[in-house]
Nanobody, 116 residues
Framework: QVQLVETGGGLVQAGGSLRLSCAAS????????MAWYRQVPGKQREMVAR???????VYADSVKGRFTISIDNAKNTITLQMNSLEPEDTSVYYC??????????WGQGTQVTVSS
């Protein structure tokens, strides 16, 4: 079993910054990629940013130029640096891990609230 623990959510004013981290723990697993998703009530969960173990990244158009995802393979940890936050970024952010030969795992979610 792989467990994901997210940290770093909170309340920030528009234009501010937050940093989210997600650490994967378990034994004997190999990471293919990790990602951040977000979801607001009544809407589908959407991908925010994804990074492979090799460092290739993909971003949602809405966050390009403002968010940066990075990975520490030794620690099985990803970080999402969120700058120039907007009220529209308010959401619950979820960490997702794609584990080779084991499947997909999700974190419990962390709330990000951006006030105008």
């Amino acid at each position: 079993q792989v467990q994901l623990v997210e940290t770093g959510g909170g309340l920030v004013q528009a234009g501010g910054s937050l940093r989210l981290s997600c650490a994967a723990s378990g034994t004997g697993f190999s990471m293919n990629a990790m990602a951040w998703y977000r979801q607001v009530p009544g809407k589908q969960r959407e991908m925010v940013a994804r990074i492979t173990a090799g460092g290739s990244t993909v971003y949602a158009d809405s966050v390009k130029g403002r968010f940066t995802i990075s990975i520490d393979n030794a620690k099985n940890t990803i970080t999402l640096q969120m700058n120039s936050l907007e009220p529209e970024d308010t959401s619950v952010y979820y960490c997702k891990a794609e584990i080779n030969y084991r499947g997909i795992f999700w974190g419990q979610g962390t709330q990000v609230t951006v006030s105008s």
